[in-house]
Structure formats: structure tokens, C-alpha cells
């Protein structure tokens, strides 16, 4: 460990040089494997708030979540949001006419589609005059489509709003490079032979190198997953205990699935294949095997593998939102209330992934709850090392007190109650879809466990993050 942190310091800038306060401190959660919560039977208040409307989730599906290059690899983003829009007129019954407005987020946009809300809203058999747009914030896209809905019917402009999230890794956009995309303009614009000769002549191979996608920052040039292994070494979380709550997360995941708790999935008959059912990428190993892979971004040193980091992911969401007083109007038994909710923003450099640890305290406080209130967290999981990192930060007053201006540290959520249907390191993380994943696996859980409260986080790219509050409906 030491010749890790070594390592990784003399690449770390002086700002970052926090990380030798938590490297005396392991956090292990190899005990917690198979925590499974107890039910939830404490009665606590309602987050109503005067002269507000209360904005409620009817129901949410989603596509199964696949391994890019799998079975939905012929497809097109449109295609598979088209098919959960079709998953959740199903699931629901709502009818088509009733829906307001339709919003989706999405990541890396296939420019046919660019606003792949619209699209897959018609081809999905919404009316053409049911407006629908498209968002983008990173990994935290389709939490920025559910808030925008929330916002929607919360100032009364619309009373139902279908929000989602897509994302397909299979085929992402590859572009010329810029001398070549400058030829090919400037030949569309030549106006005679000679013109197009000339420009012709300028050619060279170099010009046929492609840009390939990559998910890393603009303002830094750094890759997530490099990010993510200096900031497991800058809070002194190691490989094994990164294996350890990878191997959670499959484990858990896995359980969910056989038990039949993973119920926002809905089958998705691809044309020309097979109908899938289920997600693909759920893998239980064992520490043996995992510890046997070699790191994928700093190399020989780093702890970040391809076993306890996300994988590239397809699929899609969609969530039906509604002004209470609708749903209950039109005979639903709403799931959830969408209560308070909180964006924020860090440094990208150093503090990438710590959007969950700046988010929590924020949305607690809004909302007048307390950690101990919470009955089910569902964080966004996009490497083990940054959940355990976010962990040590939550739980460190240095921290606080130094980097987020509080008294007190923000304290650990309970391992007990923290993604124990498995996450995005098993179940997958399409970038634009998975905060409606997160939501209605909160929603889902509050109702099978009998709990109130449900806080949902995400970090994402920018070193933004966001936070919110779910409250269980009553039954």
C-alpha cells in the first residue's frame, strides 16, 4: 500500500495531498456481503410543504441493462428508449393523449436522433403534439429529466410527465478528423473541378486517422477510471477492499434478480433476436479471480480493475410522473413522492466523484432529515473505489471541516441499508439512464422493506453530483 500511495502522490497536485489524513483508516465491507435490511416499521412526518404540489412516481421501468456489444449492438438509441416508453404504456395504462410532455436524457448522442426524446416519444405511438426534449449532464442525465418533470408539474404547467433516460455504448459516435471534416465541407461548398482538384491535392493518409470517443474530461484530458484510482489511493482504500464491495454488488445483485426484486425490468423482444428478460453483465466471482486482473488505467500501481469499476452499458428508463391530485384522479395508486432534490459542483480534477459526499448533507438538511431517517440509500456505483472514497469522506470531520465548510462530518450510511439489490457495477450503467434506475429501485425497495425514506445520489463527469429524497407512498 505504501508504494501505492507513493506512487501516486508525486502525480498528485499539493491541493490533493489530503489523502495522507485517511490513510490509517481501512473500510472494510467483506462482513457485509450479504446484508440484506430488516423491515422498516418507524412512522416518521411527511415532506408535504404548503402551497406546493406533490409530484409522485406512478411506476418506472427499464429495459434490461446489457453489456455493450451484446444483443442490442444492431440497434439505435431511439430504438431502445422507444422501448421502455412501450414498457411503461404497458406497465401503467396510461393513455397516450394524457401525457403533457416527454424528457429524456442521454450522453453520447447519436446526431440522427440528437433529440432522442422526440423520436423514440413517436415512435412509441405519442401524439406528435406532446412536446418532448432531450438533456444532458453526464451520468446524472436522466436525474436532470426527472427533476426538469418535477419542476414541470410542481409550477403547474403540466400534471403528467414522462421522464427517462438512454444510453447505447454499442455504437457510439467516431468521427473523421478535423482536417479531414474541413476537406470534406469545403468539397461540398467547390463549385467547379478545378476548385475540387485543388482542394483534393491538400489530401494526406494522417487525415484518415479517426477521434475516438473517450470518457474523459475536456478540462482536464483525464479519464474517469485514472481519476477514480488517484482518488482511491488519496483516501487509502485498497484493491482488495475495492474487490470486496465489487463482489458485494454482484452478490447482492445477483440475489435481487433470483428473487424476482429487480421488477422494474421489462422484456424487450429485439428485432430479429431473441427476447431479453434480464440484465447481463451480473457476474459473482470470487477475490481469487478478481485479484488475478491487472489494473486498466495506472499501470503497474493503480487498484482500479475492469472487476470493481462499471461496465459500458446499453439500455433505457422511463418513469411516469404525476401531480398527485391527477394520479389519484385517473385510479392510480401512486409507488413514491419525489421530494426535495439538490445539484452540485466540485473541482474535476481532484474531487471528480465526490458528488454523493457534497450532495447528501444538503438534501438532508432541505428536506429536515437526518441520516438516521434515511431507510434506503441508493447510490450511483461507477467504480468500488469511488464509493468507498466517498464513504471515508462522509465520515471524516477533517474533511468536512476542511473542504466543505461544515462542523461536523456528514457520517456513513449503514452498509445494511445501502444498495442491497445490487448497483451500477453489476447491474450496468447506461450514462444517460441511470438515475431513473436509482429512483425506482429506492421507490421499490421502500414498499418491499415497509421504510419512509429513500435518499438517491450520483456523482458524474464535471465533478457535478445530485442528490433527492424519496418518500414512500402510503399504502
Known sequence: MTSILTYTF??????????LRFSVRPLSCSSQLRATPAAQT???KTLAKPNIRNVVVVDGVRTPFLLSGTSYKDLMPHDVARAALLGLLHRTSVPKEVVDYIVF???????????VAREAALGAGFSDKTPAHTVTMACISANQAMTTGVGLIASGQCDVVVAGGVELMSDVPIRHSRKMR???????????LGQRLSLLSKFRLNFLSPELPAVAEFSTSETMGHSADRLAAAFAVSRTEQDEYALRSHSLAKKAQDEGLLSDVVPFKVPGKDTVTKD?????????????LKPAFIKPYGTVTAANSSFLTDGASAMLIMAEEKALAMGYKPKAYLRDFVYVSQDPKDQLLLGPTYATPKVLEKAGLTLNDVDAFEFHEAFSGQ??????????DWFAQNYMGRKTKVGLPP?????????SLSLGHPFGATGCRLVMAAANRLRKEGG???????????????AMIVEAYPK
Open 415 to 423: 452498509l445494511e441499508k445501502f444498495n442491497t439489490w445490487g448497483g
Open 452 to 466: 419512509q425514506y429513500g435518499l438517491v445520489a450520483a456523482c458524474a463527469a464535471g465533478g457535478q453530483g445530485h
Open 280 to 292: 447481463n453483465g451480473i457476474r459473482p466471482s470470487s477475490l481469487e479471480q478478481m485479484a488475478k
Open 182 to 192: 474541413k476537406m470534406l465541407l469545403d468539397l461540398n461548398k467547390a463549385k467547379t
Open 42 to 44: 418507524k412512522s416518521k
Open 387 to 396: 464509493i468507498l472514497a466517498n464513504f471515508k469522506a462522509m465520515d471524516s
Open 105 to 115: 436524457g442521454t450522453v453520447i448522442q447519436e446526431v440522427k436522433t440528437s433529440n
Open 10 to 19: 508525486k502525480n498528485l497536485p499539493s491541493t490533493s495531498k489530503w489523502a
